[in-house]
């Protein structure tokens, strides 16, 4: 299985990383913004840079936008999974529409809302996965998993 991984930087991809029993196994490749923890930590990864910032900038969404369809359409990933935030809508909406599975993971900061990022690309989503029980009553779609079993839920 090929996957690709999006997140932003920070706490998005701290999270993301941690999965790494998860996707050390499969063929892989990132997108996430450039900074100095990134570039250390995926030395060795195919990395593809987005645009930052995403929170409300028109022109940068845009430019994910088409960084989306360019990186789905040269590495042709089975499923397209994200920790958030912004990053991750334009990916996992293309994704979607080029017939990948999409997966989102909401930050364990959310306990009873979804994020911006988590309810627009929700109608785009194979799985949801929670990490507090509350989420499941707003959004009976989605998989509670709890923190400590994240990694095996996958």
């Known amino acids: 299985m090929k996957i690709l991984l999006v997140c932003s930087t920070g706490g998005h991809f701290r999270t993301l990383h941690q ?22 930590a995926l030395a060795e990864e195919q990395v593809y840079w987005a645009w930052s910032p995403t929170n409300r900038h028109l022109p940068n969404l845009i430019r994910n936008f088409l960084l989306s369809w360019q990186v789905l359409f040269q590495e042709h990933p089975d499923l397209v999974l994200s920790t ?11 994704g979607k529409l080029l017939g990948c599975q999409t997966v989102f993971i909401e930050s364990i900061t959310r306990v009873r809302q979804l994020s911006l990022s988590a309810r627009l690309v929700l109608p785009f989503l ?22 400590p079993s994240l990694s095996t839920t996958l």
């Open 19 to 40: 999965l790494h029993p998860f996707w050390q196994h499969h063929e892989r490749v990132w997108v996430t913004f450039r900074s100095a923890a990134t570039e250390t």
């Open 84 to 94: 958030g935030a912004g990053v991750a809508v334009p990916f996992l909406i293309v």
């Open 126 to 147: 194979d799985a949801l996965y929670v990490q507090w029980p509350e989420l499941l009553i707003r959004y009976p779609q989605a998989e509670y998993i709890g923190t």
